[in-house]
């Protein structure tokens, strides 16, 4: 049902709810057979901005059978009113509620949106739990990067797509048509399903457990039921889909601009990085195709920023080609060129001077590390001469203000790395007023340090993140090492950091948890004004749960992990290299210089830097 | 490129309604903006650091209200016929906004003073209910107005006029001529909250607020 109006002038920003921006289209109900609702366990402004979930509804709205909606978590003064007037969670375009869809899917980007997840569920008059679902309920389905490890929220999940969804989701709605039309029950459905390259539906597998919490075995109940749920990707990345069209919202969201993808995976490899694993082997889009997919999104919404993204794009082969490329026709149309994530050793005042974002205030590292021996551990593979290289660039280049990414508790750190960090601090500071030609004005680095959290289908997979003591005493620890005003310490939450690696490396036993946490209301994690530290150690305390168990743990190498089960092409033989290397403080070479043997190549893949693939030319 | 051509001036009339009921006028500029490099029209940047299309908008609706008669000026770089542009806009903008009328500005938007908006009530309007609202908004009305400094308690009663309480389409409509002088402004929700506090039947019910026309000072002459 349409959202009365008495309603929208009570909340904050009501053109979350209410849709008619350009670009949003909806097909008549009756023109299709199977409808979709894409949700997105995120406040619109977030879920809005995602790449993701803009590809995946293209491609099924371009199925003639059927059609793919879209909603959003409301925000807890929406979500009060529609509890208020018992109004269930609908759809923006057609307003119809959620468990009058025939498939409902989730795009779960990161742990702290599993209560989100469960929330709408409930709000949109869904059972929560997959097993209390009938046949006249919605096939829920899930994927993005939480799916690699679908355990904690399997309860909840009818089935997960693992891997890049664009042939596997089109092959869903598929196969959910035609058993829709042969009238197969739910079991017989999500059975089918289960037969599709990439699915994992968790009604299907079974586990036990050991005394001590950890898995004893873990596998399928029927023999027609793979074993092992292989990773699926798109193997040439210039022909698979790609949405030119792009819904325009009204409201400020965090991508309020064209964002491009130019590859998939990263070359490099850093051992705590699970992105860079998840999206191997690395494929590239040629500067052809994104100039293309660049130009009629530009036509299309009328933004005039374009942020060209990728893990690290100063690691895309063709950069030089691509920007100039770009710059011959977003010059004159006064469009503007975004490339995040470069790398310090490939800053170079050419590009500085070319790219938007480069030209902007502030220039942005990761050295993730203090000391170059930690780099090393973590395989960063950047040098202190790299970084001081490009500071003297943006320095001369007019640039006063630096901002360095930076993480703690990492594998084998030590309180001398953490001196590092604000040494390499003051040092960037110091490195301003040896520049010659520096701009006026006094310099200023901010530093902006990130718990680490060790994630499954990495090097550190096995290991523990420290206690949440140690996290804040080296967080203070590194505060007053600093005595410098110029320079700006930022530190995330612990006690985030903590509940996300408790269900980064979670097990089933952990839906339990997030039901009780759903109980106490809790929803909206990733939100600061509604995370509650608090009311989780009740949760754990109240289902028995011991948080250590996941997040403090050092994993035995032979112990069966919860993700196990899943492929994604990278071998578990690999990341047990690289934990060894990492001891070692010995770094891996990139795909460019060398094959590391991840062996991600049995997936295919066109057009890659995978030196076991097709050579690039 | 060096154009011999002066940038005129356009001022379109245009109305929101629908979704563009809620947004910001923020959000509103930012969605023009859009809209206008979706036309491809050549529209007249800012010059600068940040190059935009130079737009200035009349005085901002309030968020849920929708209108008939918003302005909007612009330039162009090329002669280019007013209904080109109408037509080229109205396809490349969401539905809730639609270009009615462009043309070559004539007056200031400081020289518009009144607003006559419709308050549509969701309750069939008995005569009772018709003299009650009449009633209530004859003599003084007495309101809260919240200024920059502070919360004042004005009588707006010289700043508006009551022009009908009729009948609409089964609904009760009120219409009403706001004073919105920059210093003496009324803002269309303010004879809402005086009309919910003082009639009761009103109270929780579903209305809408359209702004129809915007007049010179003499209440009589719309604003070109």
């Avoid at chain 1, 902007?360 to 590390?369: D, G, V």
């Avoid at chain 2, 396809?91 to 500005?105: A, H, N, T």
């Avoid at chain 2, 129809?212 to 003499?218: H, Q, T």
Wanted: hydrophobic content about 35%; some cysteine.
């Amino acid at each position: 049902m349409k959202i009365p109006e008495s309603i929208l002038r009570k909340v904050e920003k009501p053109g979350r709810y209410t849709g008619g921006e350009w670009g949003r289209e909806c097909k008549p109900k009756d023109s299709v057979s199977t409808r979709v609702v894409f949700c997105f366990p995120d406040i619109y402004e977030i879920g809005m901005s995602n790449l993701g979930v803009r590809i995946l509804r293209d491609v099924l709205n371009k199925l003639d059978f059927c059609s793919c909606e879209a909603c959003f978590s409301p925000w807890p003064d929406m979500e009060e009113q529609l509890r208020t007037h018992n109004i269930p969670l609908c759809s923006i375009e057609s307003s119809d509620p959620l468990n009058e869809f025939d498939m409902v899917a989730f795009s779960i980007q990161y742990e702290l949106c599993y209560t989100t997840m469960v929330n709408m569920l409930e709000l949109g008059n869904i059972p929560i739990c997959a097993q209390d679902r009938t046949e006249n309920d919605p096939i829920v389905i899930a994927g993005g990067p939480c799916a690699f490890n679908p355990e904690p929220v399997a309860e909840f999940v009818d089935a997960f797509l693992i891997g890049e969804g664009e042939y596997e989701i089109a092959e869903v709605a598929e196969c959910f048509d035609d058993c829709k039309k042969r009238g197969c029950t739910r079991e017989q459905t999500l059975r089918e399903l289960s037969h599709i390259k990439g699915l994992y539906i968790p009604s299907l597998y079974d586990v036990e457990y050991n005394e001590d919490g950890t898995i004893k075995s873990f596998g399928p109940k029927y023999d027609d039921v793979p074993k092992t749920v292989v990773k699926r990707i798109v193997e040439d990345m210039d022909e698979g889909p790609y949405p030119e069209t792009q819904i325009v919202p009204f409201i400020d969201t965090v991508q309020g601009r064209i964002t491009l993808e130019t590859g998939r995976g990263c070359i490099r490899a850093c051992r705590f990085c699970q992105a860079a694993q998840l999206f191997r082997p690395v494929r590239e889009k040629s500067p052809d195709t994104i100039v293309k997919q660049a130009k009629a999104l530009a036509d299309y919404t009328g933004y005039d920023e374009i942020t060209l993204s990728s893990l690290s794009i100063s690691d895309y082969s063709k950069i030089r080609e691509l920007t100039d490329k770009m710059l011959e026709w977003t010059d004159p149309r006064k469009i503007s060129i975004n490339l995040p994530s470069l790398r310090a050793d490939s800053f170079t005042r050419e590009l500085m001077d070319k790219v938007y974002s480069v030209r902007s205030s502030t220039l942005t590292f990761a050295p993730e590390a203090g000391t170059q021996r930690l780099r090393d551990v973590i395989n960063k593979n950047i040098e202190e001469k790299d970084i001081f290289q490009a500071c003297r660039i943006a320095y001369e280049g007019g640039k006063r203000q630096v901002k360095l990414y930076f993480m703690e508790g990492l594998p084998t750190e030590t309180y001398e790395d953490l001196d590092g960090m604000a040494d390499l601090a003051q040092r960037i500071i110091d490195e301003f007023y040896k520049t010659e030609n520096r701009p006026k004005g006094t310099p200023q680095v901010t530093m902006s340090v990130a718990c680490f959290v060790p994630k499954p289908f990495t090097a550190f997979q096995w290991e523990a993140q420290d206690s949440l003591e140690t996290l804040k005493k080296k967080q203070l620890y590194v505060r007053d090492k600093i005595t410098s005003k110029k320079i700006i310490y930022h530190y995330h939450s612990a006690e985030v950091s903590r509940i996300e690696a408790i269900f980064a490396r979670g097990d089933r036993k952990l839906s339990k948890a997030i039901l009780k946490a759903h109980e106490k209301g809790i929803r909206l994690d990733g939100w600061t004004e509604y995370f509650d530290y608090d009311l989780w150690c009740e949760v754990f305390k109240e289902t028995g749960i011991d948080p250590d168990f996941y997040a403090c743990r050092v994993r035995d190498e032979n112990e069966i992990l919860p993700w196990d089960f899943i492929d994604i092409g990278s071998s578990k033989r690999y990341f047990l290299r690289e934990k060894k290397l990492a001891y070692m403080n010995k770094t891996t070479q990139s795909c460019a210089e060398g094959c590391a043997g991840c062996e991600a190549n049995s997936l295919g893949g066109k057009n890659t830097w995978c030196p076991n693939l097709n050579q690039k030319k | 490129m060096v154009s011999e051509f002066e940038p005129k001036k356009i001022r379109v009339r245009y109305s929101k309604s629908g979704s563009l009921m809620f947004i910001s006028h923020l959000d509103l500029n930012r969605t023009m903006t859009a809209s206008f490099l979706r036309s491809r029209l050549p529209i007249y940047y800012s010059q600068g650091f940040n190059p935009h299309p130079k737009i200035v908008f009349s005085q901002p609706l309030p968020v849920g209200v929708s209108s008939e008669c918003e302005y909007m000026d612009f330039s162009v770089t090329e002669d280019i016929p007013f209904e080109k542009i109408t037509e080229t806009m109205n396809s490349v903008m969401p539905q809730g906004i639609r270009f009615l009328d462009c043309y070559e500005p004539i007056g200031k938007f400081k020289d518009i003073m009144w607003a006559e908006y419709e308050y549509v009530f969701d309750i069939e309007p008995s005569e009772e209910l018709i003299e009650k609202i009449r009633s209530s908004l004859s003599g003084s009305v007495v309101v809260d107005k919240k200024t920059k400094s502070g919360v004042k308690t004005i009588d707006i009663s010289p700043l508006m006029d009551v022009l009908s309480v009729s009948e609409n389409d089964g609904k009760t409509s009120v219409r009403l001529l706001l004073c919105c002088d920059e210093l003496n402004f009324v803002g269309p929700n303010i004879p809402i909250k005086y009309l919910m506090d003082t009639v009761t039947e009103l109270v929780d019910i579903e209305y809408t607020i359209r702004r129809k026309r915007v007049l010179l000072s003499d209440k009589k002459t719309d604003f070109r």
